[in-house]
């Protein structure tokens, strides 16, 4: 068959061959293409012999493109579907995160456990004065007594634990100046 056969062809089918991809993928851009693959390809195989009845294999030929395209379309709604699942899983997730997620439980906790370690670490003297003066509330000059000290060196002991301590602290500086 010639280029006049399948221009007649063409011309004949064309429309329908659209009317028929679309009633099955429900997209008219997709049934263009579909049909437009279909008769490039009945094109070929009539130039390389005699078709009986192209009509016949126009027709099988929109059948599977149709088919294939509606497959691969059912496998990217399904993998859109498991990517939205994954989606959806990962923010109910950060979302249990933050809603579980207590600041000041979770600085609290880790002060105060760099706080006991800075005190376990200092001399019993200079830990004891601390915990008297910052804990308890002593007045430097019933520390001194108790301790037979000097007001001065009671007054050194604090500054040296609350040096220990602001250094240690000190990567939650930043915190401290944000909540306060």
Known sequence: MNDAAFNILY???YRKSIAFA?????????AEDIVCEAML????AMREKPIDKPEI???TML????????KHEAIRKEVEQELAEAYQYELNLRISTLEDCVPSEVLVSEINDIVKKTLDSLPEQTRNIYIM??????PVKKISEKQGLTIKAVEYHITRALKALREN?????????FLF
């Open 11 to 13: 011309n004949k089918w």
């Open 41 to 44: 390809k009945l094109s070929q």
């Open 57 to 59: 294999l126009l027709l």
């Open 63 to 70: 059948r599977n493109k149709s088919l294939d395209y509606l």
């Open 133 to 138: 003066k910052r804990i308890n509330g002593y």
């Open 169 to 177: 602290l000190k990567d939650y500086l930043p915190f401290f100046l």
């Open 22 to 30: 679309k009633s099955f993928v429900h997209d008219e851009m997709a």
